[in-house]
C-alpha cells in the first residue's frame, strides 16, 4: 500500500504564483526523487536528493531531503504554463532490498496565465 | 541514448484477447520495473528484474498477468485474457542506480 503521503493533491494557480508541495512518510527513506509527468507522457526525473538535509535546485525548482529522512518538499518560483502536469514524489526506503521507489499520489498542478 | 523505448504507444482489444506490452530499457541498465497507472489507484509496481531475473512479482495481480525479460534489451508484459478493469496506461522504467527512467507509456484499452 501507499507509504507516501503527498499533499496537495491538486492546485489551481495563477501565472507568476510560487508553488510548494511536499511527501510525508512514517518510514525513513535513503533517496527521494521528483518526478513530473506531462499528460500523455511517462514521469521525467526533475531532482534526486541522497542525502538528509540536502537541498538542491534546478532552474526554478528547488526540493530538500528533509533531515529526518522522513520527508521532502519541491518548490516551483514563478510557475509559467508549462509547469502543468502532476508532480510524484518518490522515495527509496531504508530496507529496501532492491531499486524498488515507492512513489507518492501525485499533485497535479494547474497554472491559469 | 533514446531513453526507454515502449511499443505499442496506444492498444485496443476486446475483452478475452491476449495482450502484448513491449519495453526496450536504456542500454547499461541493469534493473527494468513494469508499473501500472490509473486515476484511481495511481501508479502501482507490478514486477521488477534485475539483471533479466524476476526479482519481486507481488504486484501482479493476478495469474492473467505475466512479464518476461528474455535478454538485457527486452521485456515483455502479457495479459492473457484481457478484461475491461485491466485499462490503464503501463509503464516501463529501467535504471542504474536509484534514479529510475520512465518510456511514454502503453495506453491499453480493453472494450
Known amino acids: 500500500g501507499q507509504q507516501l503521503n503527498q499533499s496537495p493533491q491538486s492546485m489551481f494557480i495563477q501565472e507568476g504564483e510560487d508553488v510548494s508541495m511536499n511527501c510525508t512518510s512514517s518510514s525513513i527513506f535513503n533517496t527521494w526523487l521528483w518526478y513530473k509527468q506531462d499528460p500523455g507522457e511517462g514521469p521525467v526525473l526533475l531532482i534526486a536528493?541522497?542525502?538528509?538535509?540536502e537541498l538542491t535546485s534546478n532552474g526554478r525548482l528547488t526540493a530538500q531531503f528533509g533531515i529526518t529522512r522522513k520527508d521532502s518538499f519541491l518548490n516551483i518560483s514563478a510557475s509559467i504554463p508549462s509547469d502543468v502536469g502532476i508532480y510524484f514524489c518518490?522515495?527509496?526506503?531504508?530496507?529496501?532490498?532492491?531499486?524498488?521507489?515507492?512513489f507518492g499520489g501525485g499533485t497535479r498542478l494547474m497554472v491559469k496565465p | 541514448d533514446a531513453g526507454v523505448i515502449q511499443s505499442p504507444r496506444h492498444e485496443v482489444t476486446e475483452m478475452g484477447q491476449e495482450v502484448t506490452l513491449r519495453c526496450k530499457p536504456i542500454s547499461g541498465h541493469d534493473y527494468l520495473f513494469w508499473y501500472r497507472q490509473t486515476m484511481m489507484r495511481g501508479l502501482e509496481l507490478l514486477i521488477y528484474f534485475n539483471n533479466n531475473v524476476p526479482i519481486d512479482d507481488s504486484g501482479m495481480p493476478e495469474d492473467r498477468f505475466s512479464a518476461k525479460m528474455p535478454n538485457a534489451s527486452f521485456s515483455t508484459l502479457k495479459i492473457q485474457p484481457s478484461e475491461p478493469r485491466d485499462s490503464a496506461v503501463y509503464f516501463c522504467?529501467?535504471?542504474?542506480?536509484?534514479?529510475?527512467?520512465f518510456g511514454p507509456g502503453t495506453r491499453l484499452t480493453v472494450l
Open positions: 518518490a522515495g527509496q526506503l531504508v530496507n529496501n532490498a532492491g531499486n524498488m521507489l515507492t
Open positions: 522504467a529501467s535504471s542504474f542506480g536509484d534514479e529510475q527512467f
Open positions: 536528493l541522497y542525502k538528509a538535509g
